[in-house]
């Protein structure tokens, strides 16, 4: 069966970086693409940018240009999102997806990395 | 970026009741729009897409519909298990948005 297992939890200060990772199973992991969507307490889903496992393309939201990066390790089955730069409004539940159907639809999803930005 | 609005924000009914959501999109998407269900402290769950196509294992009470701007999910039935916020989100084009979400809670 699918699965993505995000890594755990992080604390970090105003002005670091965290990196997340996504490890998936249960299918071919080059076969579909991964999004990254991020949930700050109490609000609502922000999508904040896609990546092919295939030929590493990516699309990024705007507000989020300059200060994220993603990639994948297709040995390990892994997909990573970096964020840097981190503010306290960065403060949120960072999930990883499986971008199905050219990438815009996503159906399986990891249980979330909680990461509190906080001096 | 293309604003996906939802209404209303939150709902309040009983196990058996019909329940409808509203999803508009600021420009038109043609069919281009997925529905999301999240329940609290857990990972969104996928439930349509292509604004009317139930993805596998989805229950029939769930059914979506609209095309262009105007979206909406119903829910025929209202079960217990339901009880959770629903977001909309258009796939027309890069970057991808969500509504703001809608609360669905017990009367």
């Known amino acids: 069966q699918v699965q993505l297992v995000q890594s755990g939890a992080e604390v970090k200060k105003p002005g670091a970086s965290v990196k997340v990772s996504c490890k998936a199973s249960?299918?071919?992991?080059?076969?579909?693409?991964f999004t990254w969507v991020r949930q700050a307490p109490g609000q609502g889903l922000e999508w904040m940018g896609w990546?092919?496992?295939?030929?590493?393309?990516?699309n990024f939201a705007q507000k989020l240009q300059g200060r994220v990066t993603m990639t994948t390790d297709t040995s390990t089955s892994t997909a990573y999102m970096e964020l840097s730069s981190l503010r306290s409004d960065d403060t949120a539940v960072y999930y990883c997806?499986?971008?199905?159907?050219?990438?815009?639809?996503?159906?399986?999803w990891g249980q979330g990395t909680l990461v509190t930005v906080s001096s | 970026d293309i604003q996906m609005t939802q209404s209303p924000s939150s709902v309040s009914a009983s196990v058996g009741d019909r329940v409808t959501i509203t999803c508009r999109a600021s420009?038109?998407?043609?069919?281009?729009l997925a529905w999301y269900q999240q329940k609290p402290g857990k990972a969104p769950k996928f439930l349509i897409y292509?604004?009317?196509t139930l993805q596998s294992g989805v229950p029939s009470r769930f059914s979506g519909s609209g095309f262009g701007t105007d979206f909406t999910l119903t829910i025929s039935s209202l079960q217990p298990e339901d009880f959770a916020t629903y977001y909309c989100?258009?796939?027309?084009?890069?970057?991808?948005?969500f509504g703001g979400g809608t609360k669905v809670e017990i009367k």
């Open positions: 997806a499986r971008a199905i159907r050219g990438g815009v639809n996503f159906d399986y």
């Open positions: 249960g299918y071919t992991f080059t076969t579909y693409g």
């Open positions: 990546i092919s496992t295939y030929t590493g393309d990516t």
């Open positions: 420009q038109g998407i043609s069919g281009w």
């Open positions: 292509s604004a009317s």
């Open positions: 989100q258009q796939a027309n084009s890069f970057p991808l948005t």
